[in-house]
């Protein structure tokens, strides 16, 4: 199929975006049966596409559709009607998974932890896709069930290993798709489909019913159109799962929410001579783009040296970093190493020559390693890199499948090694209309930064949702930030920046946001205790008070505990509503203490009632 024809497609489903399509079903203008069906017709008329492995048959897609609708819309279903796809080597309940090889196939008996999830919020499963055998690979054509064709231009490569599960949330047959990634494999395909993908923190979503490649450092990944629909299924998806031993509950505070885009923040680069691009001029144009773009947002930009992070990346495929996949498919591989795919086979048998002593040696390095490079977030509040260098045709691929296949990791498999959060986003198209992509890159469980500031760059961008030419649905109010991993605080007064008590905030690792101004409900007191000067905020209420000047400011948790027990009275913390209505926490002084105190409110903040009084 071309870009016209997957276009001409998706419009006879109709866009599929959670925005769109939610809106569409609340105000009766389509049903989720007719949804479904204009699927499942699309999926016949599309033929051997590559795409899919196993179907959900369409009866039973179209019962649960029904059934959904003698319900009716529900807010207790987040998900409701909305369909989905399952990369083959994640379980659902009667429908065989194969990790795309037919000899390794079985019929599970339970539907895995996450997918269950998704299915009690109301989504509706349209199949299983197809992927790179045992998620071993970036390239998404080593596979008996053939290549997922790019939506863009079929004789390019897909990206893999999740390739199906990316094809089809970019050509318009699902609103999202989960794929694993293990080294990149929830990023790259994102990037050569011009759509988000999420790669969550190790955990968050419980791994139960997934067929392993390297169990200690694969996530379920999220396929979207839009960066709110990703953290979206995040949302509906996470969960603590007993079960599995690698599923980890968030921290308190963590939501799987898109908060406002900080008015500033730093990204950290690799080096201009560090950047590979492996020939491709057009990608490192189209990166550079990026930077001026996150710059224009408001970002500052910080080159750090990427060494370490190229170094650890360097070594997922050595004889000890293929171990763990040699661990994952021995037995199969012991009685059926004819029905592998050959390149699939070679790369796992490599682990048969590492010695436990080796893996151990991998193991003490990477742990140096993340020590050497966790310095690094405590300057930034995200690391920005393209999804993959550049892209290659899928005869470039058949020609050298394993040196092609690294240059495409050189910027994603350190990400599971140090136990990070990554979201790649759109970031345009090439002359010869290939889709490139950025990837951001936090520590765990720092998926609402990412999603800040990567919903950002993908909205002023302009760019159309995958392959289908549909438009990106309107910006919604961006949510409350969540308390982890930063705690947004107002300060009046000494803790602004340059006053005597800013160093504080300083080091309990605070970052200044930028200036804001309250509601107009408040007023602002000079207090005199202890021959020190400091404001007092009162909350007065609608009509009697007016806006004040103040700084916001990023605390992580445990410095927003310190600083809040040594608050003297009869300041504390409380809530203050900002003058675009979002609530954060804030200086506020008990209403006892200000009966007889000056009020300097007319002067709008407490700076500008320290000038005048030194004038």
């Not at 599970?108 to 199949?127: C, H, R």
């Not at 783009?289 to 650890?312: H, N, R, W």
Request: charged share 15%; proline share 7%; with cysteine.
């Amino acid at each position: 199929m071309t870009v016209a024809s997957v276009a001409v497609q998706a419009a006879a489903i109709g866009p599929l975006d959670l925005t769109t399509l939610g809106e569409a079903y609340r105000h009766g203008r389509r049903k989720p049966s007719a949804v479904i069906a204009a699927i499942y017709d699309a999926i016949a008329a599309s033929g051997e596409d590559g795409v899919w492995i196993v179907l959900n048959p369409r009866d039973a897609a179209l019962q649960r559709a029904a059934e959904l609708e003698r319900d009716g819309v529900s807010d207790a279903l987040p998900l409701w009607g909305v369909p989905f796809a399952v990369k083959d080597n994640i379980d659902v309940a009667g429908l065989p998974t194969t990790a795309a090889c037919p000899a390794f196939s079985y019929l599970p008996t339970q539907t895995a932890f996450a997918v269950q999830k998704l299915l009690a919020a109301g989504a509706i499963l349209i199949g299983k896709t197809n992927l790179d055998q045992f998620a071993t690979g970036l390239v998404g054509v080593r596979s008996p069930y053939g290549v997922a064709r790019n939506p863009f231009d079929a004789a390019y490569i897909p990206g893999g290993s999740s390739s199906g599960s990316a094809v089809a949330v970019s050509s318009g047959l699902v609103s999202f798709a989960l794929g694993t990634d293990t080294a990149g494999s929830g990023r790259v395909p994102a990037g050569f489909n011009n759509i988000v993908g999420l790669k969550p923190s190790v955990g968050l979503l419980s791994g139960s019913g997934m067929v392993p490649a390297c169990r200690s450092i694969d996530c379920i990944s999220v396929f979207a159109l839009t960066v709110p629909d990703s953290m979206a299924v995040l949302e509906a998806a996470a969960g603590l799962d007993t079960g599995d031993g690698y599923s980890r509950a968030a921290p308190a505070g963590w939501r799987s929410v898109v908060p406002a885009k900080p008015s500033a923040f730093r990204f950290g680069l690799p080096q201009k001579a560090q950047r590979k691009f492996f020939g491709n001029a057009e990608a490192e144009k189209l990166f550079d783009a990026a930077i001026a773009k996150l710059q224009a947002m408001g970002g500052t930009s910080v080159e750090i040296d990427y060494a370490p992070f190229a170094e650890a990346a360097g070594f997922l495929y050595q004889p000890a970093g293929t171990a763990e996949r040699t661990a994952a498919t021995a037995d199969f591989m012991a009685g059926h190493a004819g029905a592998m795919h050959p390149v699939t086979r070679a790369i796992v048998e490599k682990g048969l020559g590492a010695s436990g002593a080796d893996v151990y040696r991998m193991q003490y390095r990477l742990q140096a390693l993340r020590q050497q490079t966790a310095k690094v977030w405590d300057d930034l509040d995200c690391m920005v890199v393209p999804t993959s260098g550049t892209i290659y045709r899928i005869d470039e691929v058949a020609a050298d499948p394993i040196a092609l296949n690294s240059n495409l990791g050189t910027y994603t498999n350190f990400v599971n090694y140090f136990d990070l959060a990554a979201l790649a986003v759109p970031n345009g198209f090439q002359p010869n209309g290939l889709p490139a992509g950025i990837t951001l890159i936090a520590p765990r469980f720092h998926e609402s930064v990412l999603a800040a500031i990567g919903h950002a760059f993908h909205q002023q961008s302009g760019l159309t949702l995958g392959a289908t030419g549909f438009a990106q649905p309107a910006a919604k109010p961006a949510a409350a930030a969540p308390s982890w991993p930063w705690i947004t605080v107002a300060v009046f007064g000494a803790h602004m920046s340059g006053e005597p008590l800013n160093p504080q905030l300083l080091a309990l690792g605070g970052r200044l946001i930028g200036p804001c101004r309250t509601a107009p409900d408040y007023r602002l007191y000079r207090l005199r205790e202890k021959n020190m000067l400091r404001p007092g905020l009162v909350r007065i209420g609608a009509g009697a008070g007016v806006a004040i000047g103040c700084e916001l400011w990023s605390l992580p948790p445990a410095g927003f505990g310190v600083m809040t027990a040594a608050i003297p009275g009869p300041l504390g913390i409380g809530s203050v509503t900002l003058e675009d209505g979002s609530s954060v926490k804030g200086f506020l002084c008990e209403a006892i203490a200000v009966g007889d105190a000056e009020d300097i409110s007319a002067y709008g903040d407490w700076r500008a009632y320290r000038r005048a009084v030194a004038a």
